[in-house]
């Protein structure tokens, strides 16, 4: 079976969908947090960074950012988007998401290591 990816590298797709899953569902409820919100916000930030400028996908995770900043999140709005962005994100290469939490988390990239000569 093929790898996909996931949102910041787990490779079990229950566990990556989950999260967003249930922030959505979270959403209005009172046990609602900002970690939910923040789940939401690390898939939209990922695919912001990775897809094409101007792309669908660009497009649905920069309306998904503006309405995750918002004091009052309505599902309807978000659901769609979150959708989308995460279908997306499992059909990207794990190499390509990881350089983009990399770059997100301000981690430089591991350099290959020197070989000896001799």
Do not use: Y
Not at 46 to 56: N, T
Not at 79 to 90: F, R, Y
């Amino acid at each position: 079976m093929k790898n996909q990816i996931l949102p910041l590298g787990i490779k079990n797709r229950t566990k990556t969908e989950l999260p967003a899953l249930i922030a959505l569902e979270a959403i209005g409820q009172p046990w609602f947090n900002e970690d939910h919100r923040c789940d939401l916000m690390s898939i939209a930030l990922v695919a912001q960074l990775m897809a094409e400028k101007e792309s669908d996908i660009h497009v649905a995770s920069g309306e998904l950012i503006t309405l995750l900043g918002s004091d009052e999140l309505i599902m309807e709005q978000l659901e769609p988007l979150v959708v989308m962005i995460n279908t997306w994100l499992q059909k990207q290469p794990n190499g390509r998401v990881q350089t983009a939490i990399n770059m997100l988390l301000g981690v430089a990239p591991k350099k290959a290591p020197k070989r000896a000569h001799g």
